[in-house]
């Protein structure tokens, strides 16, 4: 089992930037692949990046690519998410996620440990 508890989330003009961490405890957790994901009002959960175990692989959608950064500091059973550039459309709740997985995946289906999420509200 591992447990994910995420935070960094906030209100944030457009253009800004906010770092969002997730942080593990329990068994194990520097070995799980992890995920990002949002979920907007009224819609359902979207992928946002992910990253594999040892950090050597990352991927991203094309809605979030070269404004979105995920990172992973294994020591310390952190998971990053540095989000630059926000848009209003950046608006959700932000969930971690971890899993075991080969390398990454998009699929929610593919992690069965979640964070509560944090908020995360861009403003025009």
């Known amino acids: 089992q591992v447990q994910l508890v995420e935070s960094g989330g906030g209100l944030v003009q457009a253009g800004g930037s906010l770092r969002l961490s997730c942080a593990a405890s329990g068994r194990s957790p520097s070995k799980y692949a992890m995920g990002w994901f949002r979920q907007a009002p009224g819609k359902e959960r979207e992928f946002v990046a992910a990253i594999s175990e040892t950090g050597s692989i990352t991927d991203y959608p094309d809605s979030v690519k070269d404004r979105f950064t995920i990172s992973k500091n294994n020591a310390k059973n952190t998971v990053f998410l540095q989000m630059n550039s926000l848009k209003p459309d950046d608006t959700a709740i932000y969930y971690c996620?971890?899993?075991?997985?080969?390398?990454?995946?998009?699929?929610?289906?593919?992690?069965?440990?979640w964070g509560q999420g944090t908020h995360v509200t861009v403003s025009s």
């Open positions: 996620a971890a899993g075991w997985i080969a390398t990454i995946s998009r699929r929610p289906q593919e992690y069965p440990f």
